[in-house]
């Protein structure tokens, strides 16, 4: 007899529906590998829910009964809608807090609260609408934290079916707005929580602690959030629910991000033409103006301008490598004072270094399949994928030992990996670099290895897998 899971993912985007960061690949790809995983002992009927941000130009859409929610003594409507992309049942929920919120994500923070207390709750009420009950509820950061404290809530008060909660979290800093007087004014109760009491009207804190079971998107990060060097307040709290933590890497789109057949870049090869990533080399060096010499190492920095990601610290490696020949290509966009410091970069050194400030995903991968090395100093990195794409191009990732990119680099078999967040820490590792990439076979071995790797979501699928039939199982 097959035994059904039947699993709500929530998340705040998803390709190719909306994508603004690392989440939207997430909630893209893992929801269908889940689903993919289906046999004739286990079907995984997991269902993706969005918010219906006003950004979304979606086709085919199955308009579902109107529902409402309490709040303040008054019905809240809710507009759900259902689609699908590659069998993967898709439902939208729109309401005038999502309406009024243009982006995915907003400055205002009172409209990012307003918008996303409403959606997760709007989400819990889902399933009644569909004749389909959760075993699972899966959200993913603190914009859908609160479906699981609201879960919790509802069970205690109603005596609601036991649903495991399950919460991925994929950048902890990012905790979410005051949320009281909104969860108040929707009747949902501040339960007495071992949560510090600044964090305990927090929508994340308000999930993981709600949770059955909390994720990190890499190993590394599961243990480097219990610090108090990364655990952004809560290393104590997380020390506390230490057994239900764990740590499952992030894939990527193996189908996507194929050099055999990746559309964007100008010649496709695999591990076993490796000497044809020279055309492309050639190719990228072209475009950015570059001396067309394959001898010359061509550095790569493919990232959002921002202080976590430590490109300040590889602008500073590559100013204080003037005397050594290299090339190098910016592409990212974020911070306006980093976004500076990456033009100066190139006005210092018009010859070496040029700059691309902009969102370029066809830039991007030409950068993966024609890049010597790519470059990767994060201050913090829950997982990242720029370094398994690379691996996966053939292009040498240089990573600091941090998050994900230390749980996927191995030191001179599949890249370069250096443990201090400074410059010259990463100079030193750059130069160990260059000295392989003189040695053609030593250096054809490091791109093989690397992208032999098996960085699908299958993996990572099947962890999760085994995490919901754990939690039902109790």
């Known amino acids: ?133 959760p075993d699972v509820i899966h959200a993913n950061d603190w914009h859908t934290a609160l479906s699981l404290y609201g879960n919790l809530t509802k069970r205690w008060e109603e005596g609601a079916k036991h649903i495991a909660n399950v919460m991925t979290v994929h950048n902890l800093p990012f905790l979410g707005p005051d949320v009281k007087d909104i969860l108040e004014s929707y009747g949902i109760k501040l339960a007495q929580t071992d949560l510090p009491d600044w964090a305990r009207v927090m929508p994340m804190p308000l999930g993981l602690w709600a949770s059955d079971a909390i994720v990190a998107v890499s190993p590394t990060y599961g243990n480097e959030i219990l ?40 010649v496709n090869y695999d591990s076993n ?106 201050r913090y990195e829950p997982c990242g994928l720029a370094q398994m794409i690379a691996m996966r191009y053939g292009c040498v990732p240089i990573v600091r030992a941090i998050g994900g990119l230390n749980d996927t680099v191995t030191q001179n078999f599949t890249g370069f990996v250096f443990e201090k967040a400074s410059h010259l820490s990463l100079v030193a590792t750059i130069k160990k670099a260059l000295k392989s990439f003189a040695d053609k076979e030593a250096w054809k071995k490091i791109q093989q290895n690397g992208m032999a790797q098996d960085f699908s979501w299958n993996a990572s699928a099947k962890e999760y897998l085994k995490l919901y039939l754990s939690l039902i199982k109790e």
Not at 15 to 43: C, E, H, Q, T, Y
Not at 252 to 264: C, H, L, N, V
Not at 347 to 357: A, D, G, V, W, Y
């Open 1 to 133: 007899m097959t035994k059904t899971i039947n699993v709500l993912f929530l998340a705040a985007e998803a390709d190719p529906f909306v994508k603004v960061g690392g989440l939207g690949d997430v909630a893209g790809s893992l929801p269908k590998a889940l689903r993919s995983l289906s046999n004739d002992d286990i079907k995984l009927d997991v269902r993706l829910v969005l918010p219906y941000h006003p950004v979304i130009k979606a086709d085919n859409l199955n308009r579902l009964e109107t529902y409402s929610i309490d709040r303040n003594n008054s019905q809240v409507e809710v507009e759900a809608f259902e689609t699908s992309i590659d069998d993967l049942p898709v439902y939208l929920i729109n309401g005038e807090a999502i309406r009024a919120n243009g982006s995915v994500y907003s400055a205002d923070s009172k409209l990012d609260a307003e918008k996303y207390v409403f959606f997760s709750l709007a989400a819990l009420k889902l399933p009644k609408h569909i004749n389909w009950i």
């Open 227 to 266: 610090t108090e060097e990364f655990g952004s307040g809560l290393s104590e709290f997380f020390q506390v629910r230490r057994e239900s933590m764990s740590g499952i890497l992030n894939g990527i789109d193996t189908d996507s991000f194929d050099p055999t057949t990746d559309k964007a870049i100008g």
């Open 273 to 378: 033409a490796v000497h044809k990533r020279a055309i492309n080399k050639k190719l990228l060096q072209d475009r950015l103006e570059f001396p067309l010499d394959e001898n010359i190492p061509l550095i790569g920095i493919i990232s959002r301008m921002d202080n976590q990601k430590g490109v300040d610290i590889a602008f500073s490696a590559l100013k204080t490598m003037k005397k050594i020949n290299f090339q190098a290509v910016i592409l990212g966009t974020g911070d306006p004072k980093l976004e500076e410091a990456a033009q100066n970069l190139q006005n210092l050194f018009p010859e070496k270094i040029k700059t691309q400030l902009r969102f370029d995903a066809g830039m991007a991968r030409q950068i993966y399949a024609g890049a010597d090395m790519l470059l990767m100093p994060s």
